[in-house]
Structures are given as structure tokens and as C-alpha cells.
């Protein structure tokens, strides 16, 4: 780490510290499948996996155990970093009422990325969500076109000026690893003055075998763009990724980079494991207090948190089966949730 990127990090943290209390938590994205109709964007695993694109039914996460991810997260501290999943999914009716069923969950309103929603849809929504995201991934319009074909721009930032106007939270997604330049910090920066973003979500990229790409970016390369967004947009909220391979070795690099809090790890699968360990201590290592937890469950009375739900009785005993297995999971360390 050179004097110049060292300098760029304190910056990046004074400024942090001056506009945000040193509370931190762990942002859950909650995926509804791992099909995507789609499916041509060149760096994800759902542009490869062509036998579940062609089997669309087969690879819908079920309700309840959607609501199960919810009712853990909601009692580990994980706020959610919003819904998602492949588009062309569900219908808009499917996803109004599960996103209506995680809010009842959570008792707020929550984070959605669900794809480009009309004004129509937008107002449907808008009991039950917060705040709206647009995975734009990046900035760079030529390299856009090359890794996202048939996901344009426009129609997300049409989106988000109309999510502006109707009183939502904005947010986007960007990856790191693409093929980006230091050079594009400029665009992102006006994207996010133009559509008055409140947030914005980095990743790194994940390489996945049967795309171009087989290196993730070095964690200096991705914690530069988190600090220089941090000292341009001091209140704004940023929050960054973990890959697996890597969420142990740079979670404290990214928060004193400026990050908000950190999303994007595996967080039932992996609960409690030396990874979930060490991204803890690296959390209180950059002098954070982390309100959520990766290794340790409360003890409550899980049956009594789905009874007090407003579901129907089918429902709930679908639910509170697999909330036991789950939980019964993670205290074995061996869980085969679903995760991203």
C-alpha cells in the first residue's frame, strides 16, 4: 500500500467520520431465484447456467422460504439491502405481494432491485418499499453495451427520475473488475448527482467459469473507488460487497475506505465459520460498532416470531419448517440455504 492510496484512505475515513455515527451493520440481499429471462449479461453465473434458464419453474426460491431468510435476518440485525433476483421471474402481482410479505416481516418499509418498474407498478409498491435500485454495473457506455447487451441504461435512469418524483429512496449497483478505468470515477459521479442517488452498492467482481473474466480486482483497486466516492458524496450511503474467496481479507480495508456497512456475503451458509469470525474482528479493527451479527444467534423462541406473523396458518407451518431447518443448520455450520 503506497503513501498516495494510504493518504486517499484516511481522507476517505476523516470524512466518514465527520458525517456518520461509527455504527455499522450487515446488509442481507434477499434473492427470490437464480433464474433470469435474460441472462446475457457476460460476467454473471445467471448468463452461463442455461439449463435453469430454460427451466424458469424450477428455479423460483418458494415463499416460505423467502420469509424464513427475512425472519432470520430481521433477528440477526441484517438489514436488507433489498429484494432481487433474475428478471422476468415472477409476475409484478407475485412480486407486490412478497415484497408486501418482507415488509410485514421486517414492520418497514424495504430496499427493492427488481428491474425497470413503470410509474403504474411504482405506486403499487409503494406501501411496502423504501427505496428503489437500478443495477447500472457500469458507468462506461461502450463497456456497458459489451457486458450488459441487453440491459440498457436508459430505461433505469427513466426509473429512478420517476422514483425521485414519487417520494422513493434511489440507489445503484456498480462492479468492480469489468474492465473499468480510474478515468469513468467522473461519470459515476455525475450519474449520481443527476439521478440524486441516496445510495450506492459496489461490488467486486466474482469470476465465474464460463465468462470472459478470472480475476477479481485487487482489494486497493476496489477500495480506491469506494474512497473516492466517499469524499466527493460525504453523506452518502455506501455500501460494499464481500466475495467469498476475499471477505476476510479487506473488510476492514473498505470501511476505512468510507463504507457504510458491507452486504454480499453468504451469511447463513457460511454463519459462524472463521471467515464470519475474522470480518468481525476486522469490523471492530476498524473501529466500528457492528449491529448486526455473523456468528452468533439470539436465543428466542423461533416459533413464537412466525406466529406473531399476519400469514395465513398454511403458510406459517411451511414457514416455521423451514426456519427450524435452517436454524438447526447453522448452528451445525452445515446449511444448504439458498445463497448468491
Known amino acids: 500500500m503506497d503513501d498516495k492510496f494510504k493518504d486517499l484512505v484516511e481522507k476517505a475515513n476523516q470524512t466518514f467520520l465527520a458525517n456518520h455515527n461509527k455504527e455499522t451493520w450487515f ?11 435474460v441472462g446475457t449479461c457476460n460476467f454473471c ?20 422460504s423467502i420469509l424464513t431468510d427475512a425472519i432470520i435476518g430481521k433477528n440477526l440485525g441484517w438489514r436488507i439491502e433489498f429484494l432481487t433476483g433474475g428478471y422476468r421471474i415472477f409476475s409484478f402481482e407475485e412480486m407486490l405481494d412478497i415484497t ?4 410485514q416481516v421486517y414492520g418497514e418499509k424495504i430496499w427493492i432491485n427488481l428491474g425497470t418498474l413503470t410509474e403504474e407498478q411504482l405506486l403499487k409498491i409503494k406501501p411496502y418499499v423504501e427505496g428503489i435500485c437500478a443495477s447500472i454495473e ?18 433505469y435512469s427513466e426509473m429512478l427520475k420517476t422514483a425521485d418524483r414519487m417520494g422513493f429512496k434511489k440507489s445503484m449497483t456498480i462492479v468492480i473488475g469489468l474492465g473499468e478505468s480510474k478515468d469513468d470515477f467522473g461519470t459515476l459521479a455525475a450519474f ?4 440524486k442517488l441516496d ?51 479487506y473488510a476492514e480495508l473498505i470501511l476505512k475506505a468510507g463504507a457504510t456497512a458491507i452486504t454480499k456475503f453468504p451469511a447463513i451458509k457460511r454463519f459462524n465459520s472463521e471467515q464470519a469470525k475474522e470480518i468481525e474482528r476486522q469490523i471492530a479493527r476498524a473501529g466500528r460498532t457492528f449491529r448486526s451479527s455473523l456468528t452468533r444467534l439470539p436465543d ?8 406473531k406473523l399476519p400469514f395465513e396458518p398454511a403458510l406459517k407451518k411451511e414457514i416455521r419448517s423451514k426456519l427450524l431447518q435452517y436454524i438447526d443448520g447453522m448452528k451445525a455450520g452445515k ?3 439458498f445463497e448468491d
Open 199 to 249: 445510495r450506492i452498492t459496489f461490488y467486486a467482481l466474482k469470476p465465474v467459469k464460463g465468462t470472459p473474466y478470472t480475476k477479481s480486482p485487487e482489494s486497493e483497486e476496489y477500495a480506491w473507488w469506494i474512497a473516492k466516492t466517499r469524499i466527493e458524496f460525504p453523506t452518502l450511503e455506501i455500501m460494499a460487497g464481500l466475495t467469498p474467496q476475499k471477505a476476510e481479507d
Open 45 to 64: 453465473f445467471r448468463s452461463t447456467i442455461k439449463h435453469k434458464i430454460r427451466h424458469a419453474e424450477t428455479a423460483k426460491r418458494t415463499i416460505s
Open 100 to 103: 408486501k410479505k418482507v415488509s
Open 138 to 155: 457500469t458507468v462506461n457506455p461502450v463497456l456497458h453495451k459489451e457486458i450488459c447487451p441487453d440491459k440498457p441504461i436508459g430505461p
Open 300 to 307: 428466542i423462541d423461533w416459533g413464537k416470531e412466525v406466529d
Open 192 to 195: 449520481i448527482r443527476e439521478h
Open 27 to 37: 446488509g442481507r440481499c434477499i434473492f427470490l431465484s437464480w433464474y433470469c429471462d
Open 335 to 337: 446449511t444448504t440455504a
